[in-house]
């Protein structure tokens, strides 16, 4: 799965997209949004909490593809166990015994399905087989699309608090500089006054909140 980043390329808030005229004069603030997505440690603390967030969704999606052949108690068993933040030695080892399980129970299924002639009793294994398979990636569809959905609503969540965050510095920033205008600064040829530093110093004063 492809990590996403934050970025201030969307910020909608600060947008007054129009290029500043030739005799534009002092009421003109431009803001270079570059510097600010690499300067702004909040935005960076954001991004490492949301990279922190796609690592735990991605790590379920792996456990769920390790343990795909074991049965609902044998699963349920593992994600107990992985999910302890210091585990034993023993746990550990169970943990390999239960992926090693389903690794063979994935062997055999490979084997039978391979065969031009089984058994009744490997048609029948090879048809459980089948159906827990079946059944474990319907699973991980589902689990799939809740976590591209939970990635999107986290990065909404983020990138709102960065958005509101950085609207507030600029807004008060052009208050105390008295500007009546501020626009992005690469959309201005030149002109305006650049009070990127302003904006940075009053965002990085104070922490940014998430929850």
Known sequence: MTRVTLTVAGLAALAVMMVVPAAADSTWGVV??????????????????FQQ?????????????KTRLLLDEERQEF??????????????????????????????????RKQEERTEAEEAELKELDELYDKRMEEIAALQADVQQSRLAKYEELSKLVTESVSKAVKAVAEQRKLTI??????????????????????????????
């Open 53 to 65: 967030f796609q690592i735990e969704q991605e790590k379920k999606l792996e456990l769920r593809h």
């Open 32 to 49: 270079d949004m570059a510097r600010v997505g690499a300067d702004y440690k909040g935005m960076r603390d954001l991004n490492d909490q």
């Open 79 to 112: 994600l107990d166990l992985s999910q302890v933040a210091a585990p034993t030695e023993a746990r550990v080892q169970r943990l390999q015994e239960l992926e090693n399980l389903s690794d063979e129970r994935e062997r055999r299924r490979f084997e039978l």
């Open 182 to 211: 501020v626009v992005r600064k690469e959309t201005v040829l030149f002109g305006g006054v650049d009070i990127t530093d302003d904006v940075l110093a009053e965002l990085n004063a104070e922490p940014i909140a998430s929850s």
